[in-house]
């Protein structure tokens, strides 16, 4: 199992570009599907995007999709989310979790490994 940890969150406009960092500790991380989710205060925890063990593989929330790019450097242990053309909407604490899934999934509940998250607030 591996340990989480993001960083790169903070206080941006709307327009702004933020780049999200999770670094792995542990044995096994190019073995996982990584994932980002976000909880935004008073809902549930949402799926933002996931990316296969080597890379070539990554998926998109919706409301996502064409802002936001999910990457990983194995080498490194790194995983990555950068977030272009921030909105309000997009404002929550976000998190990288990794999965032992052979298959990249969008239910947070097929992730074993959870980081303590970064804030992202996004003001107009």
């Known amino acids: 199992q591996v340990q989480l940890v993001e960083s790169g969150g903070g206080l941006v406009q709307t327009g702004d570009s933020l780049r999200l960092s999770c670094a792995a500790s542990?044995?096994?991380?190019?073995?996982?599907?990584l994932g980002w989710f976000r909880q935004a205060p008073g809902k549930e925890r949402e799926f933002v995007a996931n990316i296969n063990w080597s890379g070539g593989v990554t998926d998109y929330a919706d409301s996502v999709k064409g802002r936001f790019t999910i990457s990983r450097d194995n080498a490194k242990n790194m995983g990555y989310l950068q977030m272009n053309s921030l909105k309000v909407e997009d404002t929550a604490i976000y998190y990288c979790a990794t999965s032992s899934r052979p298959t990249p999934t969008r239910s947070p509940r097929l992730f074993g490994s959870w980081g303590q998250g970064t804030q992202v607030t996004v003001s107009s």
């Open positions: 542990g044995r096994g991380f190019d073995d996982y599907v």
